[in-house]
């Protein structure tokens, strides 16, 4: 059995989905899962619709275009004869204002997690008409979270435990699904956060033990760098599992961060493949030692630098570091780099504001208090001499720190 992932872009618009199912076609005769991500921009649209619905503004304008935009693709795919025109207006009018007892994040998960339902409907419906035995199923019905919204932790056992019901299936059908999305032991709507889907088909392959999983990209495979910002970057032919990990660790945006580990443990191959010419050999992610790698480059926009300063000159202690990562642990917030001093420590951290305003509200109760955002954070990892000397002489460094294989720097770009 295959685990495929077909993320936003690969579902962007029809003729995109035209090529998933030439794809699937292709390994028709396989036991297949097919994980979809919502389509194109949807995610940030409905987005939208959650802030418009926390500042309690009219919905209706932001609703209407994501409606339009779906019915166009399944009008241009399907014949005017089925149910998904129905079913999209259904799942659409699910989105109603009145969620006063509603934490924030739970209202997010609620209704960002429709991308994906929508998107699978109307994916499984046109691989039907393309004559291949597609199964619909709601992935929120077997990937079990607890509580933790945007970010929900997978309940191991009992999605596992879920899942062998699918095995039956597997057998005669082609399994297409969600990725993203799951839903707590409360019964509450999870997701497991943003860009999730790899992260879903890792949990599928892992607990249904898959022969691999296909990552569909519209990149040629794993590249040492964004090409759109490098136009020398070169495509791995293959990567340890170690590697990988550590890539997504630094914020490589091509696969998901949690993709590795459920597949590493399984010993389960990841393939990232090109979405528009599957003939290309793409990359594969395994068990595997390989040397001399190229430099991976590594940029992560939207940082946020805060530096805590004593006010009493003590000096930065365990008992005050313990209260930092305490309340950094309690915003679930994750430290990409830090450094310290005699009375200082300052970190970096994604800028998310909400996050990030009460994070400095806590901190400024033991704390002077100061933070710089719209920074960028560059890793070089495998850097070569070369490589070393241009980043590290880069203009408008904030922090810089290197290691034996590493070298990291924070800069207003």
């Known amino acids: 059995m295959k685990v495929f992932k077909f993320g936003g872009a690969s579902v962007r618009h029809a003729a995109a989905i035209r090529q998933v199912a030439r794809i699937i076609k292709r390994y028709e005769k396989e036991n297949l899962i097919v994980v979809v991500s919502a389509m194109g921009k949807t995610t940030n649209a409905l987005e939208g619709v959650v802030n418009a619905i ?5 919905i209706e304008s932001e609703l209407q275009p994501i409606r339009e935009f779906h019915q166009a693709v399944a009008a241009e795919l399907l014949p005017k004869r089925n149910d998904v025109a129905e079913r999209i207006v259904e799942v659409m009018d699910s989105i109603q204002p009145g969620h006063e007892n509603v934490l924030p994040d739970q209202l997010y998960d609620r209704i960002v997690s429709l991308g994906e339902i929508l998107s699978s409907i109307i994916v499984s419906q046109y ?3 393309q004559g291949l035995a597609v199964e619909w199923i709601d992935a929120r019905e077997f990937i079990t979270t607890d509580g933790t919204f945007r970010e929900g932790k997978v309940n191991w056992p009992l999605t596992e435990k879920k899942m062998q019901g699918l095995r039956p299936m597997l057998s005669t ?15 509450d709507v999870t997701t497991l956060g943003r860009e999730g889907s790899d992260y879903s088909a890792a949990i599928f392959a892992s607990c249904l033990g898959a022969e691999s999983v296909t990552i569909w990209k519209d990149v040629p495979g794993v590249m040492n760098a964004d090409p759109k910002r490098l136009a020398s970057a070169v495509v791995f032919d293959e990567l340890p599992f170690r590697e990988a ?34 003939e290309l050999p793409g990359t594969i992610i395994h068990e595997a030692r390989v040397d001399h790698l190229p430099p991976l480059i590594v940029f992560k926009d939207n940082q946020c630098l805060v530096s805590c300063r004593v006010t009493d000159y003590t000096f930065i202690d365990e008992q005050q570091l313990s209260f930092i990562f305490q309340e950094l642990s309690s915003l679930n917030i994750k430290i990409n780099v830090m450094q310290n ?13 909400d996050k990030v305003l009460a994070l400095i509200d806590r ?17 070089i990892k495998n850097y070569d001499a070369a490589a070393f000397a241009e980043y590290r002489n880069r203009p408008g460094i904030l922090i810089e720190q290197s290691s034996r294989s590493t070298l990291q720097i924070l800069v207003k770009m």
């Open 341 to 353: 001093s005699a009375i200082s420590f300052s970190f970096c951290i994604d800028f998310r504001e």
């Open 54 to 58: 926390l500042a309690g503004k009219s």
């Open 127 to 129: 691989l039907v008409q």
């Open 173 to 187: 059908k082609i399994i297409l699904t969600q990725g993203f999305i799951g839903k707590s032991t409360d019964g």
């Open 363 to 379: 901190l400024a109760k033991r704390f002077e208090v100061y933070y710089n955002t719209g920074l960028t954070l560059i890793t």
């Open 245 to 278: 990990a550590e890539m997504t660790y630094y914020g490589a945006s091509v696969i998901h961060p949690k993709t590795i580990k459920p597949l590493a443990n399984r010993n389960i191959p990841l393939l990232v493949k090109n979405f528009d010419n599957p």
